[in-house]
Structure formats: structure tokens, C-alpha cells
């Protein structure tokens, strides 16, 4: 049982170049979310999905898009790639809501540098 | 506590001390809150969670207080050890129509020293 797997896990772009991040969960959870990390900023929210074939925006989705195709995977694209894009991506699934246990599971992180 | 600005606020703490990381959250309509430890180079983990029909939730070694009138949440570590250097981040769970999500806080690093 891997838990969230994020490929790569480090990446270099040029400006202009695109790229896809893959996330992959192995717990059937019906939500997953996409994040990037800078320093001092926390956590903020690109994209997130609340099952196969549905995708919605977050607080930042400006230059990226997504896509659900399967329920396991969760794909982060960048079409063309900027230095303000410059960060460290996280994934995490969570199952549906329940009266329980609302709390992510994250992956480890896809650090990206866009020179 | 955690803060708008470029970086963190740190706590710094003796090893055996307690530790008391505090949050403000923004939305009175929130109802489930976390606190995620991060280490350094790696994803967020789970650490305590509290559902807002509670003020106070204990784990091992760890509490959380909720203060709705406030909307004020804290981290209490006893005994803090050296493997409790980390960031630590309250995040707040958010409706929209489209389902939900948590919203993050900035974030306060804690320094236990030896």
C-alpha cells in the first residue's frame, strides 16, 4: 500500500516548455487535490477533484490544468511554464466526506524550477 | 502564531519543555479543523484533527483547543523532543458548492534544542 505517489520528484523547465506532474493513490479515495508550497505562503490550492471525470478550480488555478481520466490518478499540467511557477507541487486524496475523518493524505512532493 | 509575511514565525523551544503553536482561522462556519506536521523535504502529515462540537481533543502527547467565539485553534506537544522540529500547519475545512477542501494557515516552524 503506497499511499500518494508523485512522479517526479524534481524537475527543471525552461520558460515556455510544459510539463505534466502524475499523482497516483492507491486507497480508492474519491477526492483529490493539488497544492503548491512557497516559502512563507503555506499551502494554497490549485486544482482539486471530488471524483473520476470531475475537476475544479482552487485559489490559484491561473497556468495550470488538470485531469481526472481515472480515479487513482490526478495529473497536473503546465502548459507553459513560468519562473512565478517556481515551486514545490503537492498532492493528497481524501476519502468522500464522512462524519469521521475528513483529513488528506499527502504525497511527497514534485520540486519544480522554471529558469 | 502563524502570520501574513514571508517568513514563518518560529518558536524555539528547550527539549522536555511544552510547546504551544497557536492559529486563527477565518471562517465561523468551518467545522472540522487538522494540524499537519511538515518535516523538512517532505509532504504534510497528519497529526490531530477536532470537530467544532468540541473544544479540547487529546492525543499522545498532543492536544488541541478550539476557541470558536475567537476562532482561535492551538497545539499543545508535551515534552517536546528534537523529533518534533518541523512546521506545523492548522488548516480549516471549506465548503463550496463544488464539494470541499482545506484551507491551509501560513504555517510556524518549531526549534526544539538539546
Known amino acids: 500500500n503506497a499511499g500518494v505517489t508523485q512522479t517526479p520528484k524534481f524537475r527543471v523547465l525552461k520558460t515556455g516548455q510544459s510539463m505534466t506532474l502524475l499523482c497516483a493513490q492507491d486507497?480508492?479515495?474519491?477526492?483529490m487535490y493539488w497544492y503548491r508550497q512557497d516559502p512563507g505562503m503555506g499551502l494554497r490550492l490549485i486544482h482539486y477533484?471530488?471524483?473520476?471525470?470531475?475537476?475544479a478550480k482552487g485559489e490559484v488555478p491561473d497556468g495550470y490544468n488538470v485531469s481526472r481520466l481515472k480515479k487513482q490518478n490526478f495529473l497536473l499540467g503546465l502548459e507553459s511554464a513560468a519562473p512565478s511557477q517556481t515551486s514545490v507541487y503537492f498532492c493528497?486524496?481524501?476519502?468522500?466526506?464522512?462524519?469521521?475523518?475528513?483529513?488528506?493524505?499527502f504525497g511527497s512532493g514534485t520540486r519544480l524550477t522554471v529558469v | 502564531g502563524e502570520s501574513v509575511g514571508l517568513h514563518l514565525p518560529t518558536l524555539s523551544v528547550q527539549e522536555g519543555d511544552n510547546s504551544i503553536i497557536n492559529c486563527a482561522y477565518s471562517?465561523?462556519?468551518?467545522?472540522?479543523f487538522i494540524w499537519y506536521k511538515q518535516e523538512s523535504g517532505k509532504g504534510p502529515q497528519f497529526i490531530i484533527d477536532?470537530?467544532?462540537?468540541?473544544d479540547k481533543r487529546q492525543g499522545q502527547r498532543v492536544t488541541v483547543l478550539l476557541n470558536k467565539t475567537v476562532k482561535h485553534l492551538s497545539l499543545q506537544i508535551a515534552a517536546t523532543q528534537p523529533g518534533d522540529s518541523a512546521v506545523y500547519f492548522c488548516?480549516?475545512?471549506?465548503?463550496?458548492?463544488?464539494?470541499?477542501?482545506?484551507?491551509f494557515g501560513k504555517g510556524t516552524s518549531l526549534l526544539v534544542t538539546p
Open positions: 493528497a486524496s481524501s476519502y468522500k466526506k464522512t462524519v469521521a475523518n475528513y483529513g488528506y493524505t
Open positions: 486507497m480508492n479515495h474519491e477526492y
Open positions: 477533484s471530488v471524483g473520476e471525470g470531475t475537476t
Open positions: 471562517n465561523s462556519a468551518s467545522d472540522y
Open positions: 477536532i470537530r467544532s462540537n468540541m
Open positions: 488548516a480549516e475545512n471549506i465548503y463550496s458548492n463544488s464539494g470541499y477542501a482545506l484551507n
